[in-house]
């Protein structure tokens, strides 16, 4: 398959022989929006980026890494109006608030697992928990770079034998990876794609497995001057198979 501009990030991914191509993408992605939110192109002076970020605001893990960053005027504008966004829908969900009767039962009932939101203004805070700019932009991109890969994956042989010379995926693409197949392939290939994908899988936490342990036996004494083999970094690859990202990463900072 002749490589296309929509390709080249996906066969980037394969080529680096990550222990997961998507968290590959994940990272060039996530700082990608970054450097658009804060970088020197200056995106927070603009009105329309402003509004969606005052809107959307951003989630716990990407404030910190908005202030990682480094660009303190960049993040003062957006807090600027956002805040401004926040009070003024703050405002509005407390002067709707009305308290309603709590009922005998309620007060004895036993809560079990996520419990409805029976506060309004509760309710409205939760949703800006779990609104993000940057999570929503990814979400959005993620989904297209799942169809590429399907669409490599089912028209570029060359690409096939990449994914099956890999080392398959961290266990949350992976799961990913699975639930997309169901839609983006036909049953014949899935059937395919599966017995493939499974072993690949299997073998590739069995050497991560097998490179923890060995770590945990280099501190035994008596195997001080044996050979490390592949455990010096066994500790961030063992961590992002099972969860993804990079825990071994530096700081994204802005470029200078």
Excluded at 151 to 169: A, I, L, N, R, T
Aim: hydrophobic share 35%; net charge neutral.
């Amino acid at each position: 398959m002749k490589e296309k501009l929509y390709t080249i990030p996906m066969n980037d991914a394969m080529n680096a022989k990550d222990e997961c191509p998507f968290c590959f993408v994940e990272r060039d992605v996530e700082q990608d929006l970054l450097d658009l939110v804060l970088g020197s192109g200056s995106s927070y002076m603009e009105a329309d980026m402003r509004e969606k970020t005052d809107k959307a605001g951003f989630c716990r893990a990407h404030f910190k890494k908005m202030f990682d960053y480094g660009n303190t005027l960049g993040n003062a504008w957006i807090l600027k109006t956002h805040y401004m966004e926040m009070r003024h829908q703050m405002s509005k969900e407390m002067d709707a608030y009305k308290p309603g009767k709590t009922s005998i039962l309620s007060k004895f009932s036993k809560s079990s697992g996520q419990k409805e939101m029976k506060n309004s203004v509760a309710a409205w805070v939760r949703t800006k928990e779990d609104s993000c700019y940057i999570c929503n932009s990814f979400n959005e991109m993620y989904e297209r770079y799942l169809d590429t890969f399907f669409v490599m994956y089912k028209k570029d042989p060359e690409f096939v034998q990449k994914v099956k010379e890999s080392k398959g995926f961290c266990l949350t693409h992976f799961g990913d990876v699975c639930e997309a197949a169901e839609t983006r392939l036909n049953d014949k290939q899935k059937e395919e794609f599966f017995a493939m994908l499974f072993p690949l899988m299997k073998e590739n936490m069995e050497r991560l497995q097998e490179d923890v342990s060995w770590l945990v036996e280099k501190f035994d004494y008596r195997n001080k001057d044996a050979d490390w083999k592949n455990s010096k970094d066994a500790i961030q690859r063992g961590m992002q198979k099972l969860k993804g990202s990079y825990p071994a990463d530096p700081v994204y900072q802005q470029k200078k």
